[in-house]
């Protein structure tokens, strides 16, 4: 579908379209493909870093603090005063990549050093969460860095989440599993506010920390089968059957709204057989599919992968219990094979 | 007239646009989307994972049952295995995503069944004997399923292969160093790479998917690069050699890939690894000129211009990966 068969379907201004999208292009960073992004991203990670360090020497050596209260709010001034150039810098919105890249690494910097000052501050990993959230909530509101959203958005639900282990809080993969579900609202109904990058790390969020639980025995959760993890089994089946009434929509076509029924139904029976991290890639490849977006289907693809490795291999479960397991899903997913291959050799055929 | 298809990013800008509205936007995602290629993507996915499980089952079901089994029931169930997936690959036809599936299935028994030898009979045998039997066994399949998973297979077991010849041979008889081991399989990966790409300009279909340039780019330029940091980081650690060889890995990236094959996702794979270990060397230059170690003032000085130098790197990656692609695209149109 071209831009003009776009505009008819949608009743778009023609010319209002193109002027956005030429507009849209000038913007070199949001027109930079992922991977690039993702590219510059790490390189301001890594100066973000040597920032913090820079920051946190500069206490040490300098000032000769050696953590307490007084290091805690010593390190939230410094913070701030990273900060303040860093977000003052993107605010111009200059084209200068240079000066985007050092502002987006100093504003980042500057937004962990006050939460971790905050957190020295009140010896509370909570307060550091709870000050990240509204330098978080200021970048994704007011600067157009995608890549400083990114890792301001990260770096707030990581604190979060360490806050949450702290309140010795037992339900880690059950919150994440919702901030997947809010990450696919954001990506199905967009603002007209840019949040794909907050969007996107509230997507891998529940995967990462299912891996993060595999390592970490002690966050309340393992793997197994019949006791633990229905709780986000429920949220990704129920997420995989939104997803799948959300195709729904979009197709006027009887036959085809059948077959998304009985896909909606599978993924959902797969939701209760998969782990929790396993169901979350069945939605995010549900997602790919239906946007076409290449990152989430490569995303999707790696992380089941993993997840069913993984799982078969750590599941306590006798090894004909999981030939059983495996073997319902192999049918289930290889029905649905033959129910596509079916659709498409008939409308080939058409 | 050659008019552009609509993508996902100008789909995005429109909504910024607030042109298109929120509840509308996922079907207008849904409309734009390439149909037929991300139908014939669910296809493979759930054929890729309806059949991993499947054949994970059956594996499951037989380690159940292992230890009580005969080892000429053992041998009969693996060998029985190769031969039903071997003829079913047949009659379904190789052609076939279901015939190639069945001939990948193959051959990954053919080392489950060398693997059970080795257990049955203590041979005695360095396991990288055990994975240059499969590599060499498997071979004839791999050509004649003309498919790129099974290429991939195959390439893996070849490169674990090497990497325990290397391991359990030439290091335990100083023959190399331990570093050197990367290099050689680097070298392997970018031998194979340079043979995916005459075999692609000899019009060989199954490998012209990016993917399969993509992972080979990124393993091998993985390879070098991971010892010429150790250099860069320690220059006791390894040789100057690994610094030059990686050089040579990435100019010779960059060169075919900017020139030759235009293809801008494995030039900004090598752009990427370029731009890292430049910042290693700027790391380690700041250390050997103000040096991170010598009182308060060059600590500070050096954390400052390690960070200008790392910006500066990242910008420079961006800049220069934004203006060529536009030059990529131009090229191609």
Sequence with gaps: MDLNQLCTAFGIDRTAAEKAIAEGNQAAERDAPWFVQALMGLGSWIAALVIIAFGGFLLVLVFDMKGGESFGVALCVLGLLFFGPGYFMLRRNSDGIFANQFGTAIAAAGQAMVAVGAGFAADSVVAAALVSIPFCILIAMVLESRTLQAMSTAWTVILGLLALGNLKFEYPLELTALGVAAGVFLTLRPPQRDLAPSAMVLLVLGPIVAILTDFRADFGVNYTFFFAGWGPRAIYGALSAYLFYALWQCTDDRQAQIRIALFALAAVVLSFLLPPGGSAAIALMILAFMLGSHLLALLGILLQIYFLSKYYYDLDLTLLTKSMVLMAAGVIILGLWALMMRTRTAEQAA | ?333
């Design chain 2, 1 to 333: 007239m050659n008019v552009k298809r609509s993508n996902l990013s100008d789909l995005n800008t429109l909504r910024r646009a607030d042109l298109v509205p929120a509840d509308r936007y996922a079907e207008a995602a849904y409309r734009i989307r390439d149909h037929e290629f991300w139908s014939t993507w669910a296809l493979r996915v759930l054929m890729a994972l309806g059949s991993g499980h499947v054949l994970g089952a059956i594996i499951f079901f037989f380690a159940f049952n292992w230890a009580d089994m005969p080892v000429f029931a053992k041998f009969a169930v693996l060998q029985g295995g190769i031969v039903i997936t071997a003829l079913g690959a047949l009659i379904a036809g190789i052609d076939r995503p279901v015939g190639q599936s069945l001939l990948i299935a193959a051959s990954v028994l053919t080392g489950v069944v060398l693997a059970v030898f080795g257990q049955i009979y203590q041979t005695g045998a360095d396991a990288y004997q055990l994975f240059v039997s499969w590599g060499m066994l498997i071979i004839p399949w791999v050509l004649i399923s003309r498919n790129a998973a099974h290429w991939l297979v195959w390439l893996i077991v070849v490169f674990i292969a090497i990497g325990l010849y290397c391991d359990q041979v030439l290091i335990p008889f100083k023959s190399i160093e331990n570093t050197d081991a990367y290099l050689i399989l680097g070298s392997f990966l970018a031998v194979a790479l340079a043979a995916r790409e005459v075999a692609v300009r000899l019009d060989t279909t199954w490998l012209v998917p990016s993917w399969t340039r993509y992972v080979l780019v990124f393993a091998g330029l993985a390879c070098f690069f991971l010892v010429a940091l150790l250099y860069v980081l320690d220059f006791e650690a390894t040789t100057s050699l690994t610094v030059l060889a990686f050089l040579i890995a990435l100019g010779a990236s960059l060169a075919v890939y900017r020139f030759v094959l235009a293809d801008f996702g494995a030039f900004a794979i090598a752009t990427g690894f370029g731009g890292f270990f430049l910042m290693a060397v700027g790391g380690r230059l700041i250390a050997e000129t103000i040096g991170f170690d010598s009182g308060e003032f060059s600590i500070l000085a050096s954390l400052a211009l390690l960070t200008i130098w790392c910006v500066a790197i990242t910008a420079g990656m961006g800049r220069t990966l934004i203006v060529l692609r536009q030059q990529f695209v131009e090229a191609r149109a």
